[in-house]
């Protein structure tokens, strides 16, 4: 024992124990946690601080920490260190007289001195409020595992201190569960700082720092992310694992299957924790162990008793490992690895009232509304037909609330599972959603066969029958549109408009939602909106808002076709909202609508806002959805880059596209993609890299293979975009130009706003390469005329220098004040930097020489430039550059267009007027 302190007051005669008023753990031998200090020493100026979690939480190695810090700072601090038995009166109040009396002197190592036990609470209360009196400078008071005095007069005592404490008395007190003492009152009045679970729960940081404290190093992140998502922050269970991990640290590599069924953590459950409560407690923990979510009615049914609502904050009291719920603490649930070692505990005890357990709270859990929880009980007792059965009872609620129901379909056996076509039908549109297609397909035929098996033993009525095969079509029509193959979807939406009219509201809104991502992609837009207001008014009928995520994502790209981005972004922000309210920041359901919304961003030339979304959603955007959130994400964060002049992370983007799309038959994403990628090789002058690329792509056909042609589809677009890309790459303008023309009257007549001007400007730059400048003027004029009330700003900026000179000169030639395209065509050319900076390359002229360059000659085009100027071929050229004759002719034609002249042999005499060349 260490050094006493004896009082004696006959009769009565306490030994203290020295190392209970004094934490003698040295602070170096503490785990540092920055945050949890500073949280501690901000609440130094409040009379009370109370540190409150279930044991292993570090509560004590906090306490001493500040203890240490205040210390250190000159403070004058008391140290008490409570057990079981201290909650007697006179035993705690000399206890607390001796702490009182050292404070700011040391505790003798040798030696004994007399104090007097009180055994009369108004005593021992005067005898302590004595102490206090004289020097009134703080005493931080600190008693730890207060927990220990609950119920005895001990805890009586210690709240009429608080009451009557002067000023400069602080308390620091700590307990597993809830105070045993009142301080409502003091917490009206501000007088109480809490530290509770939800803080103390360790950072991935901070759980780093401390199993590198206990000598475990070099955790994989991906296994410390799965420990940390088990343990919860405990640090107590960190501890534990690091005990493990140095025995055997192999095991680093199955942290995520940590359980609290293993030796480590059951020993400590039931040594440090079960068996300290009484039989009633332990049989209720028993009894209810077996539920994800503790309600009272459930545990009054589980357990036979009637106060099962107090018995819960019973046990969040003791320090339990009851985690609340809600805010008014009405439902609970344990700890994950603490509600493991129960239901071990009750399974070795006695295995078959468990099953009964399960099978009880199985039917309580359907009578409440949890059907998944239902689910869960039957699975447990391994009655998977049970489990089936009520899948198949309540797969509308279970599969419209539980985005993940389709996991529950396949922990049941096959066999089983395929004899409720519902459970199969339900499970095939989540998967739908998920992109996980060959499933979809194989389960979908599994599905069909079954049906024809029950009608023709007639194993159900000819009315469940139908409205099964109604169920199996609209499967089919999800599949067509997740897996983006609009060729059928509109009459399939149309025909299930018109025979299946008793769906639910969920089912039919979806009818609608369908038949307007068809209208869509083939460029029917009139329909749009009325289309939206149908299926609005079934969506709004459901009880949750995330059926309005899926209808927006397919409602927000028609928007942004017919220019209507005004509405868009309104649609889209709202929605966004409701998503990340349904699932947080950050996660797939709101990312569907970010990428859009960064799109329609990214062409008002709101790059910032656009910048935003995609850093927190694009990374989310591949989990759920459809299609367009991926190309609308890789395609807008692509050009991002190539604006801020990555080039390298630009095609990085787009080399995911291709993989993305290649690992789902996306094809849609894989050809606007190259049609981007083409797009801006041509920019950089690898003119061959494009050739290969057609002649990959099978895209050197005939124009009349990419023109449009009734019923054609944006999938048809983006390859006649290809294609034009791969024809100016190998000089066949006029071809080019035709095809350009032929997409423009037919978009422009679909009222395809965004799509026609992209025709548009590809027009004028065709144009301007062919040398009529008058026609490229025209179209562009046209372009700013469409684009105007749209706010359609980046369509034209990402065209680069070409497109700013033909914007200059049209405000050069016929600028009108108060005219909105001018207007419009001003605010362009300022974005775009006003008038073209000059170079190294270019030299001012006087007026009688013209005017100057229309942009900067990079050292390639210097090189050709020169080379033409002394006679020699293209080919010649090519050959000395290591570049094919069509890669010359490409680079030719942007010399012309920057120059100004549109033959070869004015080229070498213009560059000279220019002071290019000598």
Request: with cysteine; charged share 25%.
């Amino acid at each position: 024992m260490n050094s006493l302190f004896q009082t004696q007051h006959a009769p009565l005669q306490l030994s203290l124990i020295a190392s209970k008023l004094c934490p003698f753990t040295a602070c170096n031998s503490l785990v540092p946690f920055p945050r949890l200090l500073k949280r501690m020493m901000e609440s130094s100026t409040i009379p009370m601080a109370l540190v409150q979690a279930p044991p292993g939480y570090g509560k004590t190695g906090l306490l001493k920490q500040y203890y240490q810090q205040l210390k250190q700072d000159g403070a004058r601090t008391a140290w008490l260190s409570l057990e079981d038995g201290d909650g007697d009166l006179p035993h705690f109040s000399a206890y607390l007289k001796a702490t009182l009396e050292l404070v700011g002197q040391p505790i003798p190592v040798n030696g004994l001195l007399t104090r007097v036990g009180e055994t009369s609470l108004s005593k021992a209360l005067t005898a302590l409020l004595e102490l206090l009196q004289g020097d009134q400078s703080p005493i931080y008071l600190f008693i730890d595992d207060v927990h220990h005095l609950a119920g005895s007069d001990a805890v009586r005592c210690l709240s009429m201190l608080i009451e009557r404490a002067p000023p400069h008395l602080h308390f620091v007190l700590s307990f597993r569960g809830e105070p045993c003492l009142s301080v409502a009152r003091q917490r009206m009045q501000g007088l109480v700082s809490d530290i509770n679970v939800r803080e103390l729960r360790l950072g991935h940081e901070e759980a780093l720092c401390l199993l590198n404290h206990l000598g475990v190093e070099s955790v994989p992140e991906e296994q410390l992310r799965q420990l940390q998502n088990r343990l919860e922050g405990w640090a107590g269970g960190l501890v534990l694992v690091a005990l493990l991990l140095r025995h055997d640290p192999d095991q680093v590599y199955n942290l995520a299957n940590f359980s609290g069924e293993r030796r480590q953590f059951s020993e400590f459950f039931l040594q440090d924790v079960l068996s300290r409560q009484p039989q009633d407690i332990r049989e209720f923990l028993l009894h209810t162990s077996i539920l994800d979510r503790l309600d009272a009615d459930v545990c009054n049914a589980l357990t036979g008793r009637l106060d099962s609502q107090a018995r819960l904050r019973d046990c969040e009291s003791r320090g339990l490992f009851l985690m609340a719920m809600d805010e008014e603490q009405k439902s609970y649930r344990y700890h994950p690895l603490f509600a493991e070692f129960l239901k071990r505990e009750l399974r070795q005890t006695n295995e078959k009232l468990m099953l009964q357990l399960h099978m009880v709270a199985s039917e309580l859990l359907i009578q409440t509304g949890d059907y998944v929880g239902a689910f869960n009980q039957a699975f447990a007792t391994k009655d998977y037909l049970r489990a089936a059965e009520i899948i198949d009872t309540y797969n509308v609620e279970i599969f419209s609330s539980y985005v993940n129901a389709w996991a529950l379909v396949d922990r049941l056996p096959e066999d089983i599972a395929m004899r409720f076509p519902a459970i199969i039908l339900s499970q095939i549109w989540q998967l739908e959603v998920r992109w996980q297609f060959e499933t979809c397909r194989t389960l979908l035929e599994k599905a069909r066969l079954r049906l024809n098996q029950i009608e023709r033993d007639h194993l159900l009525p000819r009315e469940r029958i139908q409205t099964l095969r109604n169920e199996w079509l609209h499967r089919e029509l999800m599949l067509g549109m997740m897996g983006d193959d609009p060729s059928t979807i509109q009459s399939q939406a149309q025909y299930l408009q018109a025979n299946y009219s008793d769906a639910a509201p969920l089912v039919k809104g979806s009818f609608y939602t369908a038949e307007l991502y068809a209208r869509r992609e083939h460029y029917q837009l009139d329909e749009v909106e009325r289309l939206n207001t149908l299926s609005m008014e079934c969506l709004n009928r459901l009880p949750h808002e995330a059926a309005h995520v899926f209808h927006n994502a397919v409602l927000a790209p028609a928007r942004l076709l017919a220019g209507r981005t005004h509405a868009a972004i309104q649609a889209l922000t709202i929605a966004l909202r409701s998503a990340v309210n349904i699932s947080g920041h950050g996660s797939p359901l709101p990312a569907m609508l970010a990428v859009h919304l960064a799109k329609v961003h990214y062409e008002r030339d709101e790059l910032q806002q656009a910048r935003v979304l995609l850093e927190q959603y694009l990374h989310q955007a591949t989990y759920i959805g459809f299609v367009d959130q991926a190309i609308a994400g890789w395609l807008t964060c692509a050009r991002i880059s190539m604006f801020d002049g990555d080039k390298a992370n630009a095609f990085r983007m787009l080399d995911e596209a291709d993989v993305f799309a290649n690992e789902h038959g996306f094809e849609r994403l894989r050809l606007f993609s190259l049609a981007e990628r083409m797009k801006w090789l041509l920019r950089q002058g690898e003119v061959d890299e494009v050739i290969r690329l057609g002649r990959k792509n099978k895209l050197r056909g005939p124009a009349s293979d990419v023109a449009p042609q009734k019923g054609v589809s944006t999938r048809d677009e983006a390859r006649a975009l290809c294609w034009v890309r791969v024809a100016q790459a190998e000089d066949r303008l006029p071809e080019a130009l035709n095809l350009a023309k032929l997409w423009h009257r037919h978009l422009e007549a679909a009222n395809a706003i965004r799509s026609a001007l992209r025709w548009s400007v590809i027009i004028a730059h065709l144009a301007l390469l062919t040398g009529d400048q008058r026609a490229a003027q025209r179209a562009l004029r046209r372009a700013l005329f469409q684009a105007a009330p749209c706010g359609f700003i980046r369509v034209f900026l990402d065209e680069g220098e070409w497109l700013v000179r033909l914007l200059r000169d049209q405000l050069q030639a016929a600028k009108l004040d108060g005219e909105p395209v001018d207007a419009f065509a001003s605010d362009l050319l300022e974005r775009a930097g006003g008038e073209i900076p000059t170079s190294q390359a270019q030299a001012a002229v006087s007026p009688e020489q013209g005017s100057a360059i229309f942009g900067a000659l990079n050292s390639r085009e210097l090189d050709i430039l020169e080379m033409v100027s002394i006679g020699m071929l293209n080919r010649e050229i090519g050959i000395k550059l290591g570049m094919t004759e069509g890669s010359i002719k490409w680079y030719l034609q942007q010399i012309y267009d920057k120059i100004g002249v549109r033959r070869r042999s004015q080229a070498a005499e213009r560059a000279r007027q220019l002071g290019i060349l000598r």
